[in-house]
């Protein structure tokens, strides 16, 4: 084998490692079609009666402080009641995703920001390692979320 040859082989075979990793959307589109599509879908729309579309939902939500951490919550704690959404009013559980790594989560929400919410902000994995001490009871999640709006509203 040629020099060349051998050095292009190398770079081929580094390319099926973690070092030539995927961008953050692909490892985040993966992860979401694992853990979050049974109920939100595919396309973000949610399934009426079980999950609240995402698309949209968190557009404004994240451009506030409270929000982000709002958001970091839903994820870490979970949240159960009913919410009000922009397809009505809508009650449901949805599970703490504790299970998943701080990376794992950071990817995921930054996924869903990106695609179904035109946002730029990334959420980083240390602000859900900070946050897994602060784990909330889901129905204070919920109630989170109304203070978020109410700080939107107040704008
Ligand atoms: C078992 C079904 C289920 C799974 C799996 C699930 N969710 Fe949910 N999700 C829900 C439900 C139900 C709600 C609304 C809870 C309520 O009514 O209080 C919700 C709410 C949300 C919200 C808040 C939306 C808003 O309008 O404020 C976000 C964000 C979210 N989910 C993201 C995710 C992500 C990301 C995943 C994957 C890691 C995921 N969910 C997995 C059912 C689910």
Redesign the pocket.
């Known amino acids: 084998m040629s020099k060349r040859l051998l050095l292009l082989a190398t770079a081929v075979a580094l390319c099926s490692t973690s070092i030539c990793a995927q961008p953050r959307d692909v490892a985040g589109a993966e992860?979401?079609g694992k853990?979050?599509?049974?109920?939100?879908q595919t396309d973000g729309e949610?399934i009426p009666g079980?999950?609240?579309?995402?698309v949209g939902?968190?557009k404004k939500?994240v451009e506030v402080d409270l929000g982000r951490t709002?958001?970091a919550h839903?994820?870490v704690s979970?949240?159960?009641?009913?919410?009000k959404?922009r397809v009505g009013k809508?009650?449901?559980?949805?599970?703490s995703?504790a299970a998943?790594s701080d990376h794992e989560?950071a990817a995921?929400?930054s996924?869903?920001l990106s695609t179904f919410n035109e946002s730029q902000v990334a959420l980083k994995p240390e602000g859900f390692a900070a946050l897994r001490s602060k784990a909330l009871p889901?129905g204070e999640?919920?109630k989170l979320?109304e203070q978020v709006l109410a700080q939107i509203d107040g704008q």
């Open positions: 992860l979401f853990h979050c599509v049974a109920c939100h949610g079980l999950a609240p579309p995402l939902a968190l939500i709002y958001i839903v994820l979970g949240m159960a009641g009913t919410i959404t809508f009650t449901g559980v949805m599970p995703q998943l989560l995921i929400a996924y869903v889901p999640v919920r979320r």
